[in-house]
């Protein structure tokens, strides 16, 4: 079966540092979508990505973050100056289309500890 | 604010009896609904998606969607030790409730 791979799987990182969380979504998949769940609370939207544009972002993603599809299989999120509440599980997800009656695959996540 | 409530559990249900989860929603324009199961350190495993209100059959795996309530719930039959987990709510894919834990005595 398909699967979203998202590397690394824990990654622990100095305050201030960039970080580059790297996912490749299921290949005939068209819509990426990050998101993140601290410890024992809620999953949280950050961004979605369509066409090489975001097509939708939440208050969380701001200007420390950013996302990339620098090639035709990789998803990239990147944290620019990480800060201690940045430590969480990062999901990365995909769709074959915007029809959300779809849901979404998730990968396996990326564990962010922020130092 | 756009919100997704659920209650945390833990609910607690025998072998083979059949387990209801509920959800309800703030937002009255949302189109798409889903449930997710997620086992501890693991990522959101999709269930069941419905955008339309009654039910919505699939396996041991019931939805109800009731949008002029605002509600879904998620119904399990003939519930196994394997379906404890934290079930999700998720409303147009991009707002998530904290989840309800089950646990599925044998």
């Known amino acids: 079966e398909p699967e979203v791979t998202q590397t690394p799987s824990h990654q622990v990182t100095q305050m201030g540092q960039e970080v580059i969380l790297r996912c490749v979504p299921i290949s005939n998949h068209l819509y990426f979508y990050w998101y993140r769940q601290i410890l024992g609370q809620k999953v949280e939207f950050l961004v979605s990505f369509y066409n090489n544009e975001i097509s939708e972002k939440s208050e969380i993603f701001d200007d420390q973050f950013s996302v990339e599809r620098p090639d035709g299989s990789n998803f990239t999120l990147k944290i620019r100056s990480t800060k201690l509440e940045d430590s969480a599980m990062y999901f990365c997800a995909s769709s074959i289309t915007q029809d959300r009656g779809y849901g979404y695959t998730f990968g396996s996540g990326t564990r962010l500890t922020v130092v | 604010q756009k919100e997704v409530e659920q209650n945390s559990g833990p609910l607690s249900v025998p072998e083979g009896a059949i387990a209801s989860l509920n959800c309800t929603y703030s937002d009255r324009g949302s189109q798409s609904f889903f449930w997710y199961r997620q086992y501890s350190g693991k990522s959101p495993e999709l269930i069941m998606s419905?955008?339309?209100?009654g039910d919505k059959e699939d396996g041991r795996f019931t939805a109800q969607l009731n949008k002029a309530s605002q509600y879904v719930s998620l119904l399990i039959r003939d519930s196994q030790p394997s379906d404890s987990a934290t079930y999700l709510c998720a409303v147009n894919g991009v707002v998530f409730g904290a989840g309800t834990i089950l646990r599925v005595k044998s």
């Open positions: 419905i955008y339309s209100n």
